[in-house]
């Protein structure tokens, strides 16, 4: 017997509101934690992007100002 056998004889919020919400409540700790690493790892690794952005930046600036002085 197929879900979609089940579910055909179920009326409309079965299927589009009780179900969800029973995932929610069944999952919801495994979403959250998923949730909260994948938006963990995404903030470290724009912080990475903007260290490394910063660190190209100084070491640019330094060396433009040594390449400066060596011109004088």
């Known amino acids: ?8 004889g179920m009326p409309w919020w079965v299927k589009w509101v009780a179900i969800p919400a029973l995932a929610l409540l069944v999952f919801g700790g495994l979403i959250t934690s998923v949730l909260a690493f994948v938006v963990g790892l995404l903030f470290k690794v724009l912080l990475f992007v ?3 952005a910063g660190l190209i930046y100084v070491v640019r600036k330094f060396s433009s100002s040594d390449r400066s002085r060596e011109d004088w």
Do not use: G
């Open 1 to 8: 017997m197929a879900v979609q056998e089940i579910l055909a």
């Open 50 to 52: 903007a260290l490394v």
